[in-house]
């Protein structure tokens, strides 16, 4: 009697376990396979290729407006199950890609760049003093 092959699941373990991955990496890329799995209704992964990972990829953008880095996560994740376990590779992948976050930089008004200083020097010089401690207080021209 053979013994019954590994489950999917359990091979993608294995080899992110030869590669030497980190564990958290581990779990990621197994929570992402199962969500693209169950996104094409448990289709068999050999029956799908690059139209359905876009399919995937595209709906966390545009349903679920997950951010660029998550997407990228979810593609490595199904690009590494493809590649290195099923050994299929997978043409260039085109789907609509989540836009990055744009982040403004805060400024700060003079007031408010002299009390974080002066609270900054509270906390070096191990004092209990107030913000604006008459030994501490910096000039801000």
Known sequence: MEPRPKKLLDQLRDV???????YR????????????I???EKRHLREMGRAEIEAFLTDLAVQQQ??????????????FLYREVLN??????????????????????????QARANQSLCL??????????????????
């Open 38 to 40: 169950l996104f094409h």
């Open 88 to 113: 299929l590779e997978v043409s260039e992948v085109n789907a609509i890609r989540a836009k990055r976050t744009q982040y403004l930089p805060t400024v700060l008004t003079k007031a408010e760049a």
């Open 16 to 22: 992110i376990r030869l590669k030497h991955y980190a």
């Open 124 to 141: 070096r010089s191990h004092l209990a003093c107030k913000p604006y401690h008459r030994n501490h207080k910096l000039k801000v021209e």
């Open 66 to 79: 997950v951010t660029a880095s998550t997407q990228n996560q979810a593609l490595n994740a199904i690009l």
């Open 25 to 36: 990496t581990e779990e990621t890329y197994v929570q992402w396979v199962k969500r693209f």
